[in-house]
T-cell receptor
Framework: KNEVEQSPQNLTAQEGEFITINCSYS?????LHWLQQHPGGGIVSLFM???GKKKHGRLIATINIQEKHSSLHITASHPRDSAVYIC???????????FGTGTRLQVTL | DTGVSQNPRHKITKRGQNVTFRCDPI?????LYWYRQTLGQGPEFLTY????????KSRLLSDRFSAERPKGSFSTLEIQRTEQGDSAMYLC?????????????FGPGTRLLVL
């Protein structure tokens, strides 16, 4: 079993829909990251969380430390949001990241 | 500063050849990471440096792999006697931890294909 699990693996939505991507982890963490990867490989950091909730534009990330669960929400989705969204954690005091397998999001017109 | 850069962006080689990749981190970042990503999977940790010191290596990093960061700035990752299973995207990231919080900034990656 992977230390970081994401669901769903693939997600198709229509423009304007509210989207939720889930991440569960099985180890103690010091921080959780949400990353976005576009075709071609480039990875951009969206959020780093250790508790609570963060918001940036149409993106919202939440984390529940007790339940070892995080969600990434996208409001009013747009085709330019189409990408792979990856959850990653710093386990314990480690600075390296342990990644989930990603959620491939396709937003259509 | 234009962010983390990696060269080459693509590399095709024949099995058994040696390849070397370069990563130039963001200039003030003291930590540098190498990750490997195969198709449809999330990245996997290979190794990381703090300044010029290599602090951790994954068990994924066989004896054929070596990484250096000689002056604490750019880093190189060399794969000797490449195998088809080495085909992957090799990602570099850098960071400057502040108050034990650390956002990693990723380069565009080097895509390796071993024929």
């Amino acid at each position: 079993k992977n230390e970081v699990e994401q669901s769903p693996q693939n997600l198709t939505a229509q423009e304007g829909e509210f989207i939720t991507i889930n991440c569960s982890y099985s180890v103690g963490i010091s921080a959780l990251h949400w990353l976005q990867q576009h075709p071609g490989g480039g990875i951009v950091s969206l959020f780093m969380l250790s508790s609570g909730k963060k918001k940036h534009g149409r993106l919202i990330a939440t984390i529940n430390i007790q339940e070892k669960h995080s969600s990434l929400h996208i409001t009013a989705s747009h085709p330019r949001d189409s990408a792979v969204y990856i959850c990653a954690v710093n386990t314990g005091t480690a600075s390296k990241l342990t990644f989930g397998t990603g959620t491939r999001l396709q937003v259509t017109l | 500063d234009t962010g983390v850069s990696q060269n080459p962006r693509h590399k095709i080689t024949k099995r058994g050849q040696n390849v070397t990749f370069r990563c130039d981190p963001i200039s003030e970042h003291n930590r540098l990471y190498w990750y490997r990503q195969t198709l449809g999977q999330g990245p996997e940790f290979l190794t990381y440096f703090q300044n010029e010191a290599q602090l951790e290596k994954s068990r994924l990093l066989s004896d054929r792999f070596s990484a250096e960061r000689p002056k604490g700035s750019f880093s190189t990752l060399e794969i000797q006697r490449t195998e088809q299973g080495d085909s992957a995207m090799y990602l570099c990231a850098s960071s400057a931890p502040l108050d034990n919080k650390e956002t990693q900034y990723f380069g565009p990656g080097t895509r390796l294909l071993v024929l």
